[in-house]
């Protein structure tokens, strides 16, 4: 639980979800392209627009088939945010078709273009996430990391998901505080303020870390739960004042 309040805790706002605007039928939905997607590249929609219709639909893939990789993108990005929305909604009980069409436009694309940013942090996801592929956290982190040293400021979320996997642990990927600072001080030296914030705060965050980890292991071993808590609470409002003088 623990790794949960620090995730949220160094990594307000984070958001990977797309609009509805409307539906051609039961199957197809069109969304806008999703906040990160926009964050990176506002222009998206102006050169890349999504198909409003199922023939626009056919001629975009026509173009991807013949290796444009703009025409690539789009399709991933049109059938990947359809994807995203129906795994939340059925709470990734199964797999959406549209997960497997993304997938297949998302690797035509990384063949041809394999240092796209978006892309790498996209496919990040989906490994993550088991969207239309067999979850792998450790190939996952590769192509975040891929995903931030070439995108740097404009696509922070993908060093934001590195970060905390090597601070936290994350499934089979081990925790490494070592990590994790020279992390946080290469994405700092790209000159973003909030890794610069983290540098300056390293002592805080390990602090708040050991704190939250001892408060689980007191639950753990048995402890009142209220009273574990409340213990960790004056031990941060401690440190607090103290950091403040």
Known sequence: MYKKLIFLMLLPGFSLCAYSESQWNNN????EYNPIELRYDPALPEYAPYPKNKNELASLMNSAERGNLTSRYTLFSFYYNNCY???QLSGNTGISEHCNTAVYYLEALLSS???????LFHYGFILSHAYGKEKDMKNAITYYEKACHIGRNRLISACDFVFSAFLNGEENIDKDIDKAREHVATVAGYGNKKYQKYIDNWDYILFRI?????????IESGGNTAECIKSGNNKM????VKYEK
């Open 237 to 240: 409002k401690k440190y607090n």
């Open 210 to 218: 050991n704190t939250e980890k001892e408060v689980n292991n007191c």
């Open 85 to 87: 929305h129906l795994q």
């Open 28 to 31: 197809i939905t069109v969304y």
């Open 113 to 119: 273009d394999p240092e796209n940013p978006l892309a």
